[in-house]
């Protein structure tokens, strides 16, 4: 077996794990801005100690001023899209849904790389830019009788979405045209939304220490997402290129809808619903094409 598929597989098995990890945190009552601070902190405290030994090597190449730039920047958004996504968890009838969604995200790169950047798009983006949403409607949009039934937590995963499209493109400069690392930039990230979420959680009235059992979920979601990160750093490596990596890492939508069909029970995250299921593949199918497209 070649190596990148065991990272590959590796990372989507944690992802999926750690999407399970932040439906339970907030099955458990823990506040967006508290459950994200000490998620974040718990980040940056890993991906700081595995980079301890290039840190010399930055600080003389006196390069940290730009790196904290770009730092904010990435934070700034990652702040956001993780805010919006957990903010989706609280109502969304199953968090695979939720990922679903956000995994239309290569639809909103693509057009943003049109407009800003003229960036080349083939006919494999056409197709998956057209599928995505049809899927997202047949998705988004439930009839009941005369009604339209529409819910918040739809409108935050798409917000989410298009913050994380964004967070790539700002992530691809960094890493192409300046030049850091994925370990940076990580590193980078991870402390500037910690000092972020830590502003937000001072002005917000919600209790600071939780039950012990409540920050079990909140250690898992840490614990798997530093491994799940570097993991699908190393695929994209060994690969060669970031096309099939991420294709396999996107999969992790319709594997956390489907085991948090079984995890969870009806109402916190449970709902497995077979219609919605084939409009997240859809929705799937659709960003595929546009990562393997040239």
């Known amino acids: 077996m070649q190596i990148w598929i ?28 508290k459950l994200l601070l000490y998620f974040f902190f718990g980040g940056f405290i890993g991906f700081f ?3 301890i030994p290039h840190l010399p090597n930055l600080f003389l ?5 730009l790196l904290m ?8 958004l990652s702040v956001a899209a993780n805010y919006l996504t957990v903010a ?13 969604i956000k995994s239309s995200n290569g639809i909103f790169s693509t057009l943003i790389g049109l407009i800003l950047f003229g960036s080349p798009v083939f006919w494999l983006k056409w197709v998956g830019i057209i599928i995505i ?12 009788g005369n009604q339209v039934k529409s819910n918040h937590w739809r409108l935050l995963a798409i917000l989410s979405a298009i913050a994380v499209a964004i967070m790539f493109i700002v992530w691809g400069y960094m890493s192409t045209t300046l030049g850091f690392s994925p370990m940076e930039i990580l590193m980078a990230l991870f402390f500037f939304a910690t000092i972020i979420f830590l502003i937000i959680a001072l002005f917000k009235p919600s209790p600071w220490l939780y039950p012990v059992k409540s920050f079990w979920p909140v250690i898992l979601a840490i ?15 060994k690969y060669g290129s970031a096309g099939v990596p991420t ?19 009806e109402g916190k995250g449970g709902e497995l619903i077979m219609k919605k299921a084939i409009m997240v593949g859809v929705i799937l199918f659709g960003a595929i094409l546009i990562i393997l497209s040239p």
Not at 6 to 14: I, W
Not at 88 to 100: F, H, I, L, Q, R
Not at 223 to 237: D, G, K, T, Y
């Open 6 to 33: 065991f990272y590959a597989f590796g990372a989507l098995s944690l992802i999926v794990a750690f999407n399970l990890c932040f439906q339970w945190a907030v099955n458990l009552k823990i506040s967006s801005e």
């Open 88 to 100: 989706s968890y609280k109502t969304a009838p199953n968090p695979g849904y939720v990922e679903g």
């Open 133 to 144: 949403p049809i899927g997202l409607y047949f998705f988004l949009v439930e009839k009941n």
């Open 61 to 65: 190449s006196g390069r940290l001023g």
């Open 49 to 51: 100690l595995l980079d």
């Open 247 to 265: 294709t396999i890492y996107n999969i992790q939508a319709a594997l956390t809808l489907i085991v948090a069909g079984f995890v969870f029970p």
């Open 223 to 237: 614990i798997f997402a530093i491994p799940a990160n570097l993991m699908n750093i190393m695929a994209i490596e």
């Open 69 to 76: 730039f770009w730092g904010i920047v990435v934070a700034l």
